[in-house]
């Protein structure tokens, strides 16, 4: 199984700011990385796919990178809807797996 | 607008079955574009992948749940199923039912239902 390492586990953040989560796979995964937003009690949120895409009707302050083993989610000038876990998903073959998530807080 | 809605017993006994259906409005599951599955998530833990099916009924599982998982299409309801046996209290979790896209780029879960908490007592 391919294992998915995101950094941090959380994250503090003000309105405004700019942040960025890691993720790591234990192979390489070529491109085939997602990235989900979720809030309390609700399903996750596709946001990027294929590392970089973003997904339609998702705000362009998200963004995404990376290739092989190590991908970034950015999110320019944090929004208050913004606070939430963050997770990333590989594709690259099955079992499809997560990291374990990033909760991003207010500071 | 695509939906997906989860149902199902809320609790279920130990070493007995979870059954749980996906209905889908919006979109027909016989597409052949497009992949169904079923991902769960233990209160306040991480997400989970359990399986999926394609149109033509090729399924693929989980090999921690292969054992024990069955999901399967009903085109004439447009819903499709999970069963999980021998359940224990590590399979409480809130499980969700989701839309698979898949193209030259990428694979992704890019619909969801809103989730359905499974308890199962200790």
């Known amino acids: 199984d391919i294992q998915m390492t995101q950094s941090p586990s959380s994250l503090s953040a003000s309105v405004g700011d700019r942040v960025t989560i890691t993720c790591r796979a234990s192979?390489?995964?070529?491109?085939?990385l997602n990235w989900y937003q979720q809030k309390p009690g609700k399903a996750p949120k596709l946001l990027i796919y294929?590392?970089?895409s973003l997904q339609s009707g998702v705000p362009s302050r998200f963004s995404g990178s990376g290739s092989g083993t190590d991908f970034t989610l950015t999110i320019n000038s944090l929004q208050p809807e913004d606070f939430a876990t963050y997770y990333c998903?590989?594709?690259?073959?099955?079992?499809?797996?997560f990291g374990q998530g990033t909760r991003l807080e207010t500071k | 607008q695509l939906q997906l809605q989860e149902s199902g017993p809320g609790l279920v006994k130990p070493s007995e079955t979870l059954s749980l259906t996906c209905t889908v409005s919006?979109?027909?599951?016989?597409?052949?574009?497009?992949?169904w599955g079923w991902i769960r998530q233990p209160p306040g833990e991480g997400l989970e992948w359990i399986g999926s099916?394609?149109?033509?009924?090729?399924?693929y599982y989980s090999p921690s749940l292969k054992s024990r998982v069955t999901i399967s299409l009903d085109t004439s309801k447009n819903h499709f199923s999970l069963k999980l046996s021998s359940v224990t209290a590590a399979d409480t979790a809130i499980y969700y039912c989701?839309?698979?896209?898949?193209?030259?780029?990428?694979?992704?879960?890019?619909?969801w239902g809103q989730g359905t908490l499974v308890t199962v007592p200790s």
């Open positions: 294929a590392a970089s």
């Open positions: 919006g979109a027909s599951i016989s597409s052949n574009i497009y992949y």
């Open positions: 192979q390489s995964i070529n491109t085939y």
């Open positions: 989701a839309r698979l896209t898949e193209d030259s780029i990428s694979s992704r879960w890019d619909y």
């Open positions: 998903q590989q594709s690259y073959s099955t079992p499809i797996t």
């Open positions: 099916i394609f149109y033509s009924g090729t399924t």
